[in-house]
C-alpha cells in the first residue's frame, strides 16, 4: 500500500495508507480465486445484535478483534477475505469497510480568531473564560504529558495503540518519535511559557497513531469510543485521509459522538488548493471542519522588470530583510560548483538532489545574499530549514522559477523587494469541497494554520496544516462550552459558523462557500451573539437538466439566546438568472425559544450555465446580520471520478492488493500500463464495467504482473461522459516484486 510520510517540512497533516469505503453502498467484497488474510470492520444495522454476528464471524473461522457499542454498532475481524465476503450477505450487516492506515497529517493567530478578548469575559459563576471545567479530547500521537506548558493541564487517557492507559508520545528508543499530538494540544490548552486558546481547560489524550504517526481505522475508532465513554466535551482530531466521502466508518463514528453531545472538530486536510479534495472525517457532516487560514504574515515579493512575484519564508528562515535592489544568479540545483557565481546575489536554485538545508549552506558558504528555491513540479510547496542559517530562504512555483531563469539566460536581471503585509487568506494548501454525493458545503470554519508555533517534546516549533487550524476551533469551542454550559455541539458549531468573517482573496473577491465555509473564526463574535441559526449552511441537492422547473426547500431553526424579543427578515437575495427565491417575511421570535424556518429556491435548469451555484443568504437578526453559505448542483458536477489509488503486497505471498475509491461508481474502470518513455499501450492490470462507488478493493495475482521493469500507470474512471485518471509509477522487479512510486509530473487529470 501507499506510505506517506510525516510532511513537517511541508504542512503536517494526516493522510491514509490507503483509501477505504466510505459510502453505505458498499460493493461486495471481490471474489477471488485464492483467499488473502485482511482486517476489515463489520458495520450492523441499527437494532441489530452483535452477538449474532461475532457468532458468525467465529463459525466462518475470522478472529474477533473488538467490538464497539457506541461510536458504532460494529466489530472488527481478521481472516481470510473469502470468509469476511460471506458476512455481507448477513441480512443484520450494514457494510464492510476495510481496515486502514493513517500517519499524521503534516504569534498573532490566537489574537486574530479574537481568543485575547474573550478573556476578558466571565462564565455565569464569574471565572474568566478560559476553558476551565471543560474536558477536551484529543485523538493523535499521544502527547508529551510532562511538558512545562501541558502538565498542569492534563487529565489522563488512553493508549488504544498498547492498549494501556499512558498515552505519551513515542519516544525515539520506542521507535519512530512522535511531536504531532503534543503540537496540538499545545494550540488548544498550552498554559505556561506560550498559551493556548483555552489555556486552563483539561487535557484527555487518545494515542490512536503509534510510532512515526502511523495508525488504524480501528485505532481511532476506538479512541472515539473512549472518548465518549469519558465524556468528553470537545474531540479533536487533526487526521484524516485525501478520499472525499462522507460516510467513512469513521466519519459515522464521529457523527455517533455528536449524537453523545461531543462536540467534534475535525482538519479539512492539505490536498489544497483543488476542489473536491477535503478528506474524512472532515466530511463528517456533524462535525465541524476546519480548513486553513493565514495570520498576520510579512510577506516579500521579488520586483524584477517591474512583476511582482510573491515568494513564501521556509521554515526555519531567517526574515527576508533585504532593502535593495540585488543581481539574480542561477544556483542550479544547489551544488558547490553551480554558485561560483553567487556572491552577493540572489540565487535561483533548482529543487531536488539536495535538501533545503544543503541548497542553503552552500549558497551562504558562497556569499550569496538570498536563496529562492523553485518547484521541479507543478504548483507551489512549502518546505522546512533544518538547524540554524545565516541568509533567508524562499519557496517559488516551477512556472515563475522557470520563467526568471530563462530571463537570466537573455539578460541580467535585478531584484527589489517589496514586503507586504497578508492576513486572513485562504491557504493554499487547505483542502476544499464540496462533499461528493451529499454536496454538502466542507469544510465549515477557516482558522489560523500557517507557521503556528506550539509545543513540542522538549521545546516548541512552528508548523503549518490544517492540522494546526483544527485546535484552534477545538479550543475556541471549549471557550463557547464554559461561557454556555447548557449549549449542545448543534449550537456552539452554529455560533462559530454564524459569526465568521468571510474571507477574501488577494483580487477583493470571496472565497467559494466549499473553499471556506462560512469563514474564519471569530471569538468574541461568537460568544456575544443573541442568535443561532442551525444548520449554519444550506446545500439544496442536484437539479437535472430534464426538469422544466425544480423547486427544493430547506428548513433552518433559528434560537433567540437573548432575553428579549427580536424581529428577523432576509435580505433579498443577489439575482442570478434561472434562480428564484421563497423567503419569509419578516417575523418575530420570543426570547429563549426557538422557530423553524422554510427556505425554497426555485430552479430553471435550462438558464443555468454552471455545475456548481453557490453563495449566501444574510438574515437580520436584530441588529446583527448573519450570513448562510448555501450550494446546489446541476447534473453531475465534475467532481474526480477516481480518487486514492494504492497498490501494494496483499495478504499471503504471490498477491498484490489494490484499492480505489469512486465517488459516484463508475461505468468503466481500469488499470492501464504503459511504457514511460514511449507512451506505449502495454496491457491491463485490471479492467471492469459497471462498478458501483465506494471502495473498491481487489487482489491480483502476481503471475498476470508484465515482465520487470518501470511502467507508467493509468488508473482511470468514466462516468456520466466524464473521465478521469490517476497516473503514478509501478516498478516491476526480477521477482515478480511490485513498487509503486510517485509520479513526477501532473498525478491526477480531472476534466473539469
Known sequence: MRYFLLLFLVFICIFPLSAYSTTLEIPPIPSMEDDGEEVAIIVLKDGQK??????????????????YQIALNAISVKGDSSAIQTLQAESGVSFISPVNTYSVHSENNIELIGGDLIRGYFDNEDH???????????????????????????????????????????????????????HVAGI?????????????????????LGPGGSGTTEQVIAAIEEAIKDRVDVLNLSLGNNVNGPDLPISIALNKAVDEGITAVASSGNSGPNMWSVGSPGTASKAISVGASTPSLMIPYLKIEGKNTRLQLLQGSPPWKLDKSYPVADGGIGTKADLKDAKGK????????????????????????????????????????????????????????????????????????????????????????????????????????????????????????????????????????????????????????????????????????????????????ALKTESLVMPGSLQFGKFKLADQQHKHTAYIEIENTSTSSKTYSFNIPHKVEGIEWELPLSFQIAPGKREKVEIKMSADPRKLTEKLYDGSLTLNAGSEQIRIPYLYVLEEPNYPRVMGFAIGKGDKPGVYRYEAYLPGGAEEFGIALFDPESLRFVGFLDWKRKVKKGQLEQEIEETILPDSGLYLAKIFAKKAGKEDWIETYLVVGPHGELIQQEYKGEKSHINN
Open 346 to 525: 540572489i540565487v535561483l536554485i533548482e529543487r531536488g538532489e539536495l535538501t533545503f538545508s544543503e541548497k542553503s549552506q552552500n549558497a551562504y558558504e558562497a556569499g550569496a545574499e538570498a536563496v529562492v528555491i523553485y518547484n521541479n513540479t507543478n504548483g507551489n510547496f512549502q518546505g522546512n530549514l533544518e538547524g540554524k542559517h545565516h541568509i533567508p530562504v524562499a519557496a517559488l512555483s516551477k512556472k515563475d522559477g522557470s520563467r526568471l531563469i530563462k530571463n537570466l539566460k537573455k539578460k541580467t536581471l535585478l531584484a527589489q523587494t517589496n514586503i507586504i503585509e497578508e492576513k486572513d487568506l485562504l491557504a493554499d494548501f487547505s483542502s476544499r469541497g464540496p462533499v461528493t454525493s451529499t454536496w454538502e458545503i466542507k469544510p465549515d470554519v477557516v482558522a489560523p494554520g500557517v507557521a503556528i508555533k506550539s509545543t513540542i517534546p522538549g521545546g516548541y516549533l512552528p508548523l503549518q496544516g490544517t492540522s494546526m487550524a483544527a485546535p484552534h476551533v477545538a479550543g475556541a469551542c471549549a471557550l463557547l462550552k464554559q461561557a454556555h454550559p447548557e449549549w449542545g455541539p448543534e449550537q456552539i458549531k452554529a455560533a462559530l459558523m454564524n459569526t465568521s468573517k468571510q474571507l477574501v482573496n488577494n483580487t477583493g473577491l470571496p472565497y467559494k462557500t466549499y473553499e471556506q465555509g462560512a469563514g474564519r473564526i471569530q471569538l468574541e463574535q
Open 128 to 182: 474568566r473564560l478560559t476553558g476551565k471545567g471543560v474536558r477536551v479530547g484529543i485523538i493523535d500521537t499521544g502527547i508529551d504529558y510532562q511538558h512545562p506548558d501541558l502538565a498542569r493541564n492534563y487529565g489522563g487517557g488512553h493508549d488504544v495503540v498498547d492498549e494501556d492507559e499512558d498515552p505519551m508520545e513515542t519516544r525515539a528508543a520506542a521507535g519512530k518519535s512522535t511531536l504531532h499530538g503534543t
Open 188 to 208: 488548544i490548552a498550552a498554559n505556561g511559557r506560550l498559551k493556548g486558546v483555552a489555556p486552563e481547560a483539561t487535557i484527555i489524550a487518545y494515542r490512536a
Open 50 to 67: 452483535i452477538q449474532n454476528v461475532k457468532r458468525r464471524a467465529s463459525e466462518a473461522g475470522l478472529e474477533v478483534r473488538r467490538t
